[in-house]
């Protein structure tokens, strides 16, 4: 059924292939060359103006458009059709219907459920009609194994492969799921992809963590850009005799010797159990179970009284909720039992008794309205108050992005002012080395221009004899039989 509806399939079309499998399997069989790929199916009724009301599946693949179903089956290929029309279907502002013009002839498929399937399938169809040529992406075809990055994405685009809006927004699943699967495919043999962080001065670098070949990876995974960037890597033994400090949601890997810490969001103990396997030693830092709660970890009493406080809240409110209503109804009745009760007496009393129980009743009522004003009051102000909270949590957010861009900011900018200074002190020394070189051959060529011997018994007493052209004293009055070497004889 996954060449019908992909591996990722909405409810809509989990339906169609629960309610239609059988036929499906049918045409795979009877309809389907071997090198037709399934891109779309709907579920459409076909000529319902007619009366015979054919309720069956309308399918798109690589090479044509076909509707089958229990009585007929009917198949066009893509260059039959000279134009479409989608409108919508009567007074069913819900529901689709489509014609197809071929050559002269017009077929129409009626009750198509607007939804995100159906606007897939006229766009996968569109697209076709004026691109045969052209390969597209659907999310039938696509692998939801593997995340649509933006490597992928360029890739696709520079080979004018089509991806349809439906699969765009259904292969961003989230933030963990999407790095996951790309990291995966970047790390095929990875043995842990996990959520993380590198500490270092308490700043967080980075949030995928991934062992692969005996090597910890740390990748900043944007999910916005669908990017990942590599920030570090360690061999497992940088890890040797590390501190782990296991919490109820995460776990903290210490490294001693650098004060450096490496924490894994839900995945430590899978973390620390490779790491056994290696060989590599660590060591465990033993807490009791409280100490692992969130609160409790540091040990300081006002951070054990808030949390306790906090959890006591919560139990309140959840006690609150299940058995809140029995409380209500159990209310109720005693209010109907007394209300009985009063009426009886009343009956029982003399007449001159109603006005006082009619009385009793208005201020009752009274009160009662007077209480579920109250009650409304402490609901709106309950919501006001979650507002607030939510929007200051948003504000804090948002300061904390801005916070960390202006951070990476200012360490892009001093990184470029240090590389501009080594850059400038490099060539400082350059033009040094430069001038020192120019001094000393200067030097040179002055003291081989200074020197003079007065003829070659000089020379000979000086013990530079004989002297060859170009060194240092060589003149052409030594040199009586021009050989270029004086005062050889």
Not at 109 to 115: E, L, T, V
Not at 291 to 316: D, E, N, P, T
Not at 334 to 361: I, L, P
Not at 399 to 406: D, P, S
């Amino acid at each position: 059924m996954e060449k019908w509806i992909g591996k990722r399939p909405t409810i809509g079309q989990k339906t169609l292939g629960t309610k239609y499998g059988r036929l499906l399997q049918e045409a795979e069989i009877a309809t389907l060359s071997s090198q037709e790929s399934v891109l779309k199916i709907i579920e459409a009724e076909c000529d319902k103006k007619s009366g015979r009301e054919l309720k069956g599946i309308l399918a798109l693949t690589t090479q044509s458009i076909f509707f089958v179903s229990k009585h007929e089956q009917m198949t066009y290929e893509y260059s039959q059709i000279n134009d479409i029309e989608v409108r919508t279907n009567g007074k069913d502002k819900n529901s689709w219907s489509l014609s197809l013009k071929i050559g002269r002839k017009k077929r129409t498929f009626d009750d198509i459920k607007k939804n995100d399937d159906s606007q897939e399938f006229i766009e996968i169809l569109e697209y076709i009609i004026t691109n045969q040529s052209k390969e597209i992406l659907t999310t039938v075809t696509h692998d939801f194994d593997y995340f649509l990055h933006a490597e992928k994405l360029n890739d696709l685009q520079n080979r004018n492969v089509k991806i349809t809006s439906f699969l765009m927004k259904r292969d961003n699943l989230n933030l963990s799921k999407n790095g996951e699967r790309l990291l995966r495919e970047k790390h095929k043999g990875a043995s842990l992809i996990a959520e993380g962080f590198f500490q270092e001065d308490r700043q967080s670098k980075g949030n995928f963590i991934v062992l692969d070949n005996q090597v910890v990876y740390l990748y900043e995974f944007n999910n916005k850009e669908r990017k990942a960037k590599l920030l570090n890597k360690w061999d497992f033994k940088y890890f040797s005799h590390a501190v782990i400090d296991r919490f109820a949601i995460k776990t903290v890997i210490n490294v001693t010797e650098t004060g450096k810490s490496l924490i894994i969001n839900l995945s430590g103990k899978e973390f620390v159990s490779i790491l056994n396997d290696a060989n590599i030693p660590l060591h465990q830092k033993k807490r009791k179970w409280y100490q692992k709660i969130l609160g409790f970890r540091s040990g300081k009493w006002w951070k054990r009284a808030i949390a306790s406080l906090v959890y006591l809240l919560i139990l309140l409110l959840t006690f609150n909720a299940f058995f809140g209503e029995n409380n209500k109804e159990a209310s109720s009745v005693k209010s109907s039992d007394k209300t009985a009760v009063s009426k009886t007496e009343q009956k029982e009393e003399q007449t001159e008794n109603q006005s006082k129980q009619e009385g009793n009743e208005q201020q009752d009522n009274k009160s009662k309205k007077e209480e579920k004003a109250k009650k409304q009051a402490e609901e709106k102000r309950k919501q006001e108050e979650e507002a607030r909270l939510a929007e200051e949590k948003r504000k804090q957010e948002e300061e904390a992005r801005l916070a960390e861009e202006k951070r990476k900011q200012e360490e892009e900018a001093r990184l470029a002012q240090e590389k501009r200074k080594q850059e400038e002190e490099a060539r400082l020394a350059q033009e040094k080395r430069k001038q020192e070189k120019e001094i000393q051959q200067a030097e040179a060529q002055e003291q081989q221009t200074n020197v003079y011997y007065k003829n070659c018994t000089v020379a000979r007493q000086a013990g530079v004899a004989p002297i060859h052209s170009g060194e240092p004293g060589y003149a052409k009055h030594l040199d009586r039989d021009g050989d270029g070497i004086a005062c050889d004889r």
